[in-house]
């Protein structure tokens, strides 16, 4: 451990649990990893607040693939990433893109987001509705990335006076996110034998409304870059190796 935190300029504190006792107590000990994997921990997050209360927990049962940390802060507090957003051009709405990480591994799990922000008295209809265009963020597959579901948020229910209906709704600013987990399939890692660029893609789709009428549907082409960087294959010194 003190071999891996010096190679990589580990400032912070390391646990050694060669027994495992640690993370049997924490209920996190894969019992059932193979090879070199076995006892150890599933890899996730505690959300420990300043009094010492878990919050909440975020483990994954692959132990190839990890959620990074930007990722979760985006998800428990979405307001801490604002303003830095690349717009993309779009009719009646402003829209901008967001992503959790720049840099990335195989295996990790990052989140890329639509911001939209509707001009006041204008609205889009959310997934869901029926008899009108609701929005649809539309991702291209790549044989980098695993798509999760994507997430929407909870739409508010708007009555339409005029024919006496009441449909679900999006106003103001709102976040369309995309889970996104990057390969960690033994051909793309040992194709990255240095740092390379990889582009994900997406449409759009949408009908913005306002209290008069309902505009043209539009559609935007969005795309996020990250950089993905090889896996560290250097082993510590043979006689402290793990065996």
Known sequence: MEDFTQRHSIEYSLIADPKSAIIRRYGVLNANAPGFTKNMAYPGYFYVTPNGIIKEKFFEAV????????????????????????????????????????????GSRFTVAAEISLPPGTHVYAPGVHGYKPIQLTMEPSPEFKLLPLRYPDPRVLFLPVINEAVPVYEGKFRVQQDVVVSADRAFIGSIAQPKTVTLKGIFFYQACDSVKCYLPQKSELSWDVRVIPLDRERSPEPIQHK
């Not at 990722?71 to 830095?84: I, R």
């Open 63 to 106: 132990y190839t693939d990890r959620e990074t940390g930007t990722s979760l802060l985006l998800k428990l507090f979405p307001d801490l990433v604002e303003g830095n957003g690349r717009e993309v051009a779009a009719p009646n709405i402003k829209l901008a893109l967001l992503q959790s990480d720049e840099i990335v591994g195989p």
